[in-house]
């Protein structure tokens, strides 16, 4: 199995778990002399045979991603890190330059001359252009997981 499919496994396992969780809920209590619409305690138990399967297939995404290689890189696990803190400082620059440029309701129109003018404590322009060329090189760095995620084969 190529590691791209496991790890659409572990999505739809995720997503069932969610939803056997949510069944569950609705079935734990009921009134007297009403039956549950499930068997809250079958649904608990199939949960826990899907919680066991993805604990399973998650030490084996985990295990192949600490061993394939992306070139230039690392390892794929290199790769997941160096992607989060992109998106982390991409979300941090357009943050800033929102804010900079007043997009938080408080921009640099006045409506008296007695009120006091805003003006942008950083430089927009530039904080958006950083912005614009880390979002391409997270682009680029997720071409690079996908290709790596269907290249690799999962681990046992």
Do not use: C, F, Y
Request: charge should be neutral; proline fraction near 3%; aromatic fraction near 0%.
């Amino acid at each position: 199995m190529k590691l791209a499919e496991a790890l659409a496994e572990r999505s739809a396992a995720t997503r069932q778990v969610e939803q056997l969780r949510a069944r569950v809920v609705g079935s734990a209590r009921h009134q007297e002399g009403d039956t549950p619409p499930e068997d809250a305690s079958r649904l608990l138990a199939e949960a826990d045979t899907v919680l066991v399967a993805l604990e399973s297939l998650i030490r084996r995404i985990n295990r192949t991603n600490t061993t394939v290689r992306v070139e230039g890189i690392g390892t794929l696990t290199d790769a997941l890190a160096r992607r989060d803190v992109l998106r982390l400082r991409h979300s941090l620059l357009t943050s800033a330059a929102d804010a900079a440029a007043g997009r938080d309701g408080n921009g640099p129109r006045r409506q008296l001359r007695s009120e006091l003018l805003m003006l942008a404590a950083l430089p927009v322009a530039g904080l958006r252009a950083d912005a614009d060329a880390l979002a391409k090189e997270i682009r680029h760095l997720d071409l690079r997981i996908q290709q790596a995620n269907w290249e690799a084969e999962l681990l046992d």
